[in-house]
């Protein structure tokens, strides 16, 4: 038998879905045929897995959880094809324990890290996992947040539809309860809010040109001048900007004051200050 390569395995990966290290087991089985491989992957029980790898997947849940020592969070998308594998037992604990993986691991090459909770990959867990509910699962979305001092506010809205992450940092250690639930309000808010950024500055520019666009046709229809055409969408932009970035939005639960006066007021009663930077949204 010769030397299976590694070009013939990322080829196999690349048919199959399956993991790498499986990948090349199963050519070492079957002498490098290609073929008898992907037959040996599929007697080995992975098959049920590899057919329904192009069935669509409309329905899924978002997770979040944090780390023992506080200093890392997690947020995860994972997609499967119907709402009552969504609600499963086997499935939510899949999501759990994903997301405790990449607060220890992070997302780089996810489905190849061995599992901090035993032996095999992320990839195994996965393909187990299809099996084992008979549908198709895929992880659409993943990230890691680190912070060295502050809190972690993360929020799961519409039976796991939405997902939220707030990292609040701190330049000193902070365990006021006051921060710990400043941080989860703010994940409630965002979850309930059409936030894109916390600043105006951090709002992507295919987003502002694409709204531009969009406002440059509206006001053409009312057939006024271009000079007075550029100062309207100026002040739409200047709007719409307020409506998007969460500092400048009333808070969900006191529409009275925004959530940038929020955090000035729980930062002045703590007596130290928050830095609300960046937050991560998935949704379905």
Do not use: W
Request: glycine letters at 6%; one cysteine or more; hydrophobic letters at 35%.
């Amino acid at each position: 038998m010769g030397t299976i390569t590694a070009a013939a395995v990322k080829d196999l990966r690349e048919i199959t879905g399956v993991a790498m290290m499986d990948c090349k087991k199963a050519l070492v089985e079957t002498n490098g045929d290609m073929k008898a491989a992907q037959d040996y992957l599929r007697k080995k029980g992975q098959a049920k897995a590899l057919k329904k790898s192009s069935r669509e997947t409309r329905e899924g849940a978002i997770f979040f959880t944090t780390s023992s020592d506080g200093k890392s969070a997690s947020l995860l998308k994972v997609a499967c094809e119907t709402d009552f594998v969504a609600r499963n037992l086997k499935f939510k604990s899949f999501l759990k324990e994903v997301a405790k993986q990449i607060c220890v691991k992070g997302t780089k090459d996810l489905l190849n890290q061995t599992l901090i909770t035993g032996e095999g990959n992320i990839q195994n867990y996965l393909t187990n996992t299809i099996a084992e509910l008979g549908e198709n699962i895929q992880i659409l979305e993943s990230r890691k947040i680190e912070i060295k001092y502050g809190e972690f506010g993360g929020y799961v809205h519409n039976n796991g539809k939405i997902g939220v992450v707030v990292p609040l940092e701190t330049e000193t250690p902070c365990n006021d309860s006051r921060l710990k639930t400043l941080a989860h309000d703010i994940a409630m808010h965002i979850a309930a809010s059409p936030a894109e950024a916390v600043t105006a500055d951090q709002v992507p520019t295919e987003i502002l040109e694409k709204e531009k666009e969009i406002l440059k046709a509206q006001a053409r229809e009312t057939g006024k001048p271009e000079n007075i055409i550029e100062k309207m969408i100026e002040g739409r932009i200047n709007k719409y900007l307020k409506e998007i970035c969460v500092e400048t939005q009333p808070f969900v639960k006191d529409t009275q004051i925004s959530v940038s006066d929020l955090v000035k007021k729980t930062s002045d009663e703590i007596g130290i200050k928050i830095d609300f930077k960046t937050f991560e949204k998935f949704q379905f």
